[in-house]
């Protein structure tokens, strides 16, 4: 059984930083392609960013271009998203998702965590 765990979400102010966590089990980690989406509430489901198996090609979406940075531990099974320069707008559940797609549509992933809060106070 695959699982997709989330962790490292919180409430900042605006210009502050985090630090997602992504960590999966059931699949070699190393295998698959990995993306960070969001949801506000409200709102659909929005990609993010995106990085291959081996790490060497990252993926941004315009809207987190320049303030988010993916990256991927391959040895400790663990994909991350830096993000800093935080928005009230940037609030929202973050997800992270695996698979044997590629890209930053909902679509193209089969595995999906539950989601870690992001809060962005003004």
């Known amino acids: 059984q695959v699982q997709v765990v989330e962790s490292g979400g919180g409430l900042v102010q605006a210009g502050g930083s985090l630090r997602l966590s992504c960590t999966t089990s059931g699949l070699t980690f190393a295998a698959y392609n990995m993306g960070w989406f969001r949801q506000a509430p409200g709102k659909e489901r929005e990609g993010l960013s995106c990085i291959n198996w081996r790490g060497d090609t990252p993926f941004y979406a315009h809207s987190v271009k320049g303030r988010f940075t993916i990256s991927r531990d391959n040895a400790k099974n663990t994909l991350y998203l830096e993000m800093t320069s935080l928005k009230p707008e940037d609030t929202a559940m973050y997800y992270c998702?695996?698979?044997?797609?590629?890209?930053?549509?909902?679509?193209?992933?089969?595995?999906w965590g539950q989601g870690t809060q992001v809060t962005v106070s003004s």
């Open positions: 998702a695996t698979g044997t797609g590629w890209g930053l549509r909902f679509g193209e992933y089969e595995y």
